[in-house]
């Protein structure tokens, strides 16, 4: 069955520094993999997706991720990290096999930014 | 223009009432979904439409019903709401079910039931 961990329930970093969030996945195939962020009060907008080819994929925001197939990991990383950047970050897979493109979420990483 | 959109953003109620959230999406988009993000912020499928056609029903009460007038909107009825209904629900679209297609969520209709 297919199942998304973020180790990480909460993560707090400087402004300016460098950024990792992790991300495990389970899926019985090929996954497609998405991060999404959400502000406070709003809804879920879209950082980066993976469906094949180039392990590292680049994002909007300056955030990129890589597909590690070995670790099933889909890491999202950031150089610098802006006070903008605080907010939830969901890790998704995404189930195409059934039929139907549902995506099923990690619990989520709440970033902090600190001036 | 807003992409998805969704109403009310708030509603609060009571117990044993029947409600119903829109949405509605300009996208041009194929299929629509509903998700419930629960206390801990976590968000799990409820519903899934193409076409006007139901492709999957997770594990979701049948008080629950969603409701497909045309290919732009996919309404939530909650009939005989309960305290643990109390959440936000994500609308979204995609072109298609392919699964590569990217979602595009609506803003969320926060539900309180008291």
């Known amino acids: 069955a297919q199942s998304v961990t973020q180790p990480d329930i909460h993560i707090t970093v400087s402004e300016g520094a460098s950024l990792e969030l992790r991300c495990n996945y389970s899926?019985?195939?090929?996954?497609?993999l998405f991060w999404y962020v959400q502000s406070p009060g709003q809804g879920l907008q879209l950082l980066l997706k993976y469906f094949s080819g180039d392990t590292l994929v680049q994002g909007i925001k300056g955030f990129e991720a890589e597909f590690k197939r070995s670790q099933s990991s889909f890491n999202l990383r950031k150089p610098s990290v802006h006070w903008s950047d605080a907010a939830e970050y969901f890790c998704?897979?995404?189930?195409?096999?059934?039929?139907?493109?549902?995506?099923?979420f990690g619990t989520g990483t709440r970033l902090t930014v600190i001036p | 223009d807003t992409a998805v959109s969704q109403t009310p953003k708030y509603l609060v109620t009571q117990m044993g009432n029947d409600k119903s959230i829109k949405c509605e999406q300009n996208?041009?988009?194929?299929?629509m979904y509903w998700y419930k993000q629960d206390s801990k912020k976590f968000l799990k499928i409820m519903f899934s439409?193409?076409?006007?056609?139901?492709?999957i029903n997770e594990t979701v009460p049948n008080r629950f019903s969603p409701k497909s007038p045309d290919k732009a909107h996919l309404n939530l009825h909650i009939n005989s709401l309960e305290l643990g209904d109390s959440a936000v629900y994500f609308c979204?679209?995609?072109?298609?079910?392919?699964?590569?297609?990217?979602?595009?969520f609506g803003p969320g209709t926060r539900l309180l039931v008291l």
């Open positions: 996208l041009g988009h194929d299929t």
């Open positions: 439409y193409n076409n006007k056609e139901l492709i």
């Open positions: 979204a679209s995609s072109q298609d079910s392919s699964g590569s297609g990217t979602q595009y």
């Open positions: 998704a897979v995404g189930d195409y096999q059934t039929g139907a493109n549902n995506l099923f």
């Open positions: 899926y019985g195939a090929t996954p497609y």
